[in-house]
């Protein structure tokens, strides 16, 4: 099915959307933590050429499976050592779940639901931006929003190869989940699908979920790495299982805590332009349905509830953490725009152009939210992008309120989904105006040629990944641990506990450089007098070497 457009149409609006979203994937440089670490640890594994214990600096690296790493390894294996190859695998996967929503939404309910889905998965902000970042939430969300959507599809098939086929389906892709980002891949589809069997009260489907091959195909994908990984480290298993899930959950050990309300406005503005049909869009997936059998609305539903609760009970807590969400609740709001009243489709549109004249208004005000991290000026050159990020909105906005005095909601939906496409990618391309603080590219490239191979190279009372994987090689770290205290503790190589033990190396060496932040370097020099020469700096870092 093709929804309510004809192929070819379809064919030239796929070919567009595909130029939009890859356009920008490798223009900005990669900035800190995220893109950094998830760009170097694949780095390490085609450098030392073990794709089994991931690594970063050296030290063994547990906190996450591997199939981004090894996607991303072989991204760079392929293309280089470049910003595109590493966000790559983010930008593919994100691109095949809008493909996934149109499908599903053609599946489970009358085009053009698929349609529609799509173009609201595609636009809604928190979508869109996390597709073009470096972090393993798009893959996780990818791989869970299909095996949800395979599971109902299933259970909508009448023929029993059918349904199993997309129950295997189902299984498959649960377990790529699991090795995206850990177990949170399985047990958000299971207590899915448990709390649609308890509150619907259909027992019989626990029979047509092919519990036996299903779990035997899910642990042939998802079990051999564990196996490989606990072999070669006996530590990894307690510090995956207990430390990574159970302690990051019940602990705020991770400094992560928010409070229980934290995602409401994550979701609310995550989802613009479409906010004003989100809630009529669950209202109308609320109430059981009247037909027989599996009832993919209430379903789908109760999926966005069972994310959007565990990560809210979570002492852990990140903006992207409820991105699993958003393929299923953008599909419900693509069915439900099939048949909204008029009225609410142009007040969709009227509140997309008056935010975007707002934010066109308060641009020039983002110099004003300056901090040591991003000084004024930099946020003065990103205010223009901004500026023309909210303007692609505001017009889509008024553009879409004009199909709709004409009855013509297709245009009026495709087009506000062109706006808030527009919004995101424009605001992530000017983001490329901050990287002189964000990022380390800048100043790793002035130095980078200056260092042999042999040429100590410290991180002191700091660490920065994106300077690691720009830099193409290991540092020491002084007292800062990071993420790595674990490692650190039972290899501690390569690590000094203290600023006097760097400035006793630091005498000790006959040739080193070492990256301070900016203000921390006025106070070392002034508790260790030891000889330095500035090489270069940039708004957050310095790097100066031995003369």
Known sequence: MTGSLPRGSLLALLTAFALAWFCNLGYRHLIKPDEGRYAEIPREMIATGDWVTPRINGYKYFEKPPLQYWATAASFSAFGLNEWAARLWPGLTGFLGV???FWAGNRLFAPPAGLFGAAVTASCALYAIVGHLLTLDMGLSVFMAASVFAFAVAQREAADAGRRRWMLAAWAAMALAVLSKGLVGAVLPVAAVGAYVLLQRDWK???RLELIRGGLLFLAIAAPWFVMVSLANPEFPRFF???????????????????AWFFIPVLLIGMLPWVVTLFPALWRALPRSAEPGFDARRFLLLWCAVVFVFFSASSSKLLPYILPLFPALSLLIGDYLRTAGRGVLVAQGAVAALLGMALVVAAPQAPFYSSDAIPPWLLSDYAPWISAAALALAVSGAVSVAFLSR???VPAVLSLACGGLALAQTALSGHETLS???SAYHIAHKVRDQLKPDTPFYFVETFDHTLLFYLRRKVTMVQVTD????PISREPRDFLPDAAAFARAWEADREAYAVFNVNDLPGFLAAHPVQMRKV???PRRVIVKKP
């Open 241 to 259: 299982f207990i430390h990574e899930h159970f302690e990051r959950f019940l602990t705020k050990e991770h400094d992560r805590y928010q409070p």
């Open 99 to 101: 493909l996934l929503v």
């Open 205 to 207: 489907l626990l029979a």
């Open 407 to 409: 009855a013509m909601r």
């Open 536 to 538: 270069d700096s940039d």
């Open 483 to 486: 993420e790595l205290a674990d």
């Open 436 to 438: 002189e603080s964000l």
